[in-house]
């Protein structure tokens, strides 16, 4: 989809004065890549019913997306890609945290079989 985005854009929105950069297009296709691995993750975590974790997480995630906004729109002067870059590093849940609970759950209760003699 990203090699095409130019040609989806123009098909789409139908305005040649309307200009969406690369850069923008391939932030949404990092974020939507970490949606969907995390999403792995989050949603056996979820069925579980391991949500404490993800609660802590939960309360942190809006107050680092606001400061890496602040800091990307008015230090770095990124522009809308801004936002979308601090919703990749606020959804720290996603590709962080929830595949070290899983791992750390899962790999705890699978031990090998070991063979018992007599």
């Known amino acids: 989809m990203l090699l095409y985005s130019e040609l989806i854009y123009r098909l ?30 989050v949603g056996v975590l979820n069925g579980i019913g391991a949500l404490k974790i993800q609660f802590i997480a939960c309360l942190f995630s ?10 990307l729109i008015n230090i770095y002067d990124f522009g809308v890609s801004a ?11 996603g590709y962080l ?16 079989l070991q063979p018992r003699y007599g």
């Open 12 to 41: 789409w929105i139908n305005n040649s004065l309307i200009i969406i950069p690369f850069k923008l297009s391939f932030c949404m296709l990092i974020y939507n890549l970490i949606l969907v691995y995390g999403g792995i993750y």
């Open 62 to 71: 809006p107050f680092i997306f606001l400061a890496m906004c602040y800091v």
């Open 97 to 112: 945290l929830a595949p070290l609970q899983f791992r750390k759950l899962f790999l705890r209760k699978t031990k090998p």
């Open 83 to 93: 936002i979308v870059i601090s919703s990749i590093v606020a959804n720290f849940n």
